[in-house]
């Protein structure tokens, strides 16, 4: 074990919850389980890579084609996007989704909940090379707590003179029996922007459903989603705090193939349903304020 895992599992090693190894590439990750369930947190991007409630089938994706080093972005489980959405804005040669995802965090505390969940929370704040992608002063939070269900928190600080504007989610892939039978609920009646053509408005008649590549950002919702699988017989539940935007995405047949770390054919056996702030619902956070975005992600049979 390395002189890193061992100085972890020395000052934050749970018996019986978690402890610190050597995961998929080698890269450091927290291994959770309790009687509740397994999750796995990979520590470079503080990337919750798996959650599988006991009984249950894993409830998070992740591509067989992902890469695994440190500072590159994972495929599947809840990539953390911040403080961007998607492209950059104004300069296409900066990361799309931010630099969070990619960036070393620290463990700042483990702890066995009231209800025996799980607790980690690792922490991120601002260095030469994040301020040489975005000026400001930061300090981000992020909170796994793997119980029955898994909940999952970013905390952003401003801890500068100025406010600053991001953007963010709690990209979640989900794994699903077939993407193309699924549907998903609480966006009915809702208006999205569609990605796939063009950034049009739209509104959501009825339960989202899949049939071709899908990206898009729902607006001014709320609403928890739940990802009815009739194939699997199960619902996931998705619900979520400090966001008004959903983002739902498949790539489908041809942007698979595009993309070197998402195997041709795995696109049926996912769909990712995002707790965000995208478009209009970039959030800015003021001097000393802080914004919270939570997702609560647990299987309602
Ligand atoms: C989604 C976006 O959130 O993430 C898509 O809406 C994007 O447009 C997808 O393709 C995956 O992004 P990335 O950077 O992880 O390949």
Same mark, same amino acid.
């Given at each position: 074990?390395?002189?890193?895992?061992?100085?972890?599992?020395?000052?934050?090693?749970?018996?019986?919850?978690?402890?610190?190894?050597?995961?998929?590439?080698?890269?450091?990750?927290?291994?959770?389980?309790?009687?509740?369930?397994?999750?796995?947190?990979?520590?470079?991007?503080?990337?919750?890579?798996?959650?599988?409630?006991?009984?249950?089938?894993?409830?998070?994706?992740?591509?067989?084609?992902?890469?695994?080093? &440190?500072?590159?972005?994972?495929? !599947? =489980?809840?990539? *953390?996007?911040?403080?961007?959405? +998607?492209?950059?804005? #104004?300069?296409?040669?900066?990361?799309?989704?931010?630099?969070?995802?990619?960036?070393?965090?620290?463990?700042?505390?483990?702890?066995?909940?009231?209800?025996?969940?799980?607790?980690?929370?690792?922490?991120?704040?601002?260095?030469?090379?994040?301020?040489?992608?975005?000026?400001?002063?930061?300090?981000?939070?992020?909170?796994?707590?793997?119980?029955?269900?898994?909940?999952?928190?970013?905390?952003?600080?401003?801890?500068?003179?100025?406010?600053?504007?991001?953007?963010?989610?709690?990209?979640?892939?989900?794994?699903?029996?077939?993407?193309?039978?699924? &549907?998903?609920?609480?966006?009915? !009646? =809702?208006?999205? *922007?569609?990605?796939?053509?063009? +950034?049009?408005?739209? #509104?959501?008649?009825?339960?989202?459903?899949?049939?071709?590549?899908?990206?898009?950002?729902?607006?001014?919702?709320?609403?928890?989603?739940?990802?009815?699988?009739?194939?699997?017989?199960?619902?996931?539940?998705?619900?979520?705090?400090?966001?008004?935007?959903?983002?739902?995405?498949?790539?489908?047949?041809?942007?698979?193939?595009?993309?070197?770390?998402?195997?041709?054919?795995?696109?049926?056996?996912?769909?990712?349903?995002?707790?965000?702030?995208?478009?209009?619902?970039?959030?800015?956070?003021?001097?000393?304020?802080?914004?919270?975005?939570?997702?609560?992600?647990?299987?309602?049979?």
């Amino acid at each position: 074990m390395t002189d890193q895992l061992q100085s972890l599992n020395r000052r934050f090693a749970l018996a019986g919850h978690l402890q610190f190894k050597a995961g998929p590439g080698g890269l450091a990750v927290a291994d959770i389980n309790n009687e509740h369930a397994a999750a796995t947190v990979v520590l470079p991007g503080a990337h919750v890579l798996s959650f599988q409630p006991r009984g249950q089938r894993p409830v998070l994706w992740a591509s067989a084609h992902s890469r695994f080093e &440190s500072g590159q972005p994972i495929r !599947g =489980g809840i990539p *953390l996007v911040w403080p961007w959405f +998607g492209a950059h804005p #104004t300069d296409p040669a900066k990361p799309a989704h931010g630099f969070a995802r990619t960036s070393l965090w620290a463990v700042s505390e483990t702890a066995v909940t009231s209800s025996g969940a799980t607790r980690l929370r690792l922490s991120l704040t601002d260095s030469d090379e994040t301020r040489s992608l975005w000026p400001h002063p930061f300090q981000l939070e992020f909170t796994v707590t793997v119980g029955v269900d898994l909940q999952v928190e970013l905390a952003m600080r401003n801890v500068g003179q100025s406010a600053f504007t991001c953007g963010a989610a709690l990209h979640s892939y989900f794994a699903v029996s077939d993407a193309g039978r699924i &549907s998903i609920l609480g966006l009915e !009646g =809702g208006d999205y *922007l569609d990605k796939v053509d063009g +950034g049009r408005r739209k #509104t959501q008649a009825g339960p989202v459903t899949i049939a071709a590549e899908t990206d898009r950002i729902y607006l001014d919702t709320t609403a928890a989603c739940v990802i009815d699988d009739p194939g699997w017989g199960r619902r996931i539940r998705v619900a979520k705090l400090g966001s008004r935007s959903t983002v739902v995405w498949n790539p489908w047949v041809d942007k698979s193939r595009r993309m070197a770390d998402f195997g041709d054919e795995e696109y049926p056996g996912m769909v990712c349903v995002e707790t965000a702030n995208a478009a209009d619902d970039v959030v800015t956070v003021a001097p000393a304020g802080e914004h919270r975005l939570q997702a609560v992600i647990g299987v309602v049979g």
